[in-house]
Every structure is written in C-alpha cells, then in structure tokens.
C-alpha cells in the first residue's frame, strides 16, 4: 500500500504543478524562492506555535512533538532557501538529504545525528 500512496502522491504534485503554471502562480527562481522563504518564516513564525500551544494545552504530546519537529525544520528550509537565493547566480553543486522522520535537511551530507529529532544517519535520504 506505500507504493499506491507513493505513487498517488506524486500524481498530487504533477497536479499541483500543472494548476500552478496555469494561474500563473510559477514565477523565476527567485521569486519562487522569496515565496518559499515567506511560506516557511509564517509556518515557523505563526503557525506551528499555535498548534504547539494548542497540543500542550490538551496534552496531546505526540502531536506537540511533531509539531515542534516541523517547526524546527521549517526554520531548516527558510535558511536553505535563503542562502539558495543569496547564491542563485554562482548556482553551487549542492546535495541534499532529507531527514525521512521529522523533515530536516541537510547540505552534502548527512549529520551522524539529526540535529531536530536525533535520529541515526541512516534516517536520511539523498535527495539530490
């Protein structure tokens, strides 16, 4: 059942991507970026510590720890794609590897540990 998900998830994105070009809503790189950098600064600005204060106050702590995993990890993304925009014209090689429990990424290489949710190196995937 993973495949089907995998796969159905994938067809989400060529959606997404398909009514995005056709509303015009995909624009340069960098306009892209600053989009992604406002996007993942209001989620770990305003959104997720509201579902963090909204977990802890009906001690829901599996859902506060995946909040704050994702929160620390949006913080991640808006810095990643802060530096991608600051260096769009050098367009450096870069590899990325995606914590596959709490969404963390990391440049070139994996960290032995997860800074935002200790998992073991073997939890990351190279995604390019």
């Not at 204060?53 to 994702?70: C, D, L, V, W």
């Not at 090689?93 to 800074?115: H, I, M, R, S």
């Amino acid at each position: 059942m993973a495949k089907l998900f995998r796969a159905a998830s994938e067809a989400e994105a060529i959606h997404a991507a398909s009514q995005l070009r056709a509303v015009g809503a995909i624009k340069s790189t960098a306009e892209n970026l600053k989009a992604a950098i406002e996007g993942e600064t209001y989620e770990f600005t305003q959104m997720y510590p509201g579902f963090i204060a909204k977990a802890e106050e009906e001690g829901a702590k599996q859902a506060k720890i995946s909040f704050n995993h994702a929160n620390e990890a949006e913080k991640v993304h808006a810095g990643l794609y802060t530096k991608a925009l600051e260096s769009l014209d050098a367009k450096p090689e870069v590899e990325y590897f995606l914590c596959t429990v709490c969404g963390n990424v990391a440049e070139n290489e994996p960290p032995d540990k997860c800074p935002i949710c200790n998992a073991p190196k073997k939890a990351f995937k190279n995604v390019g």
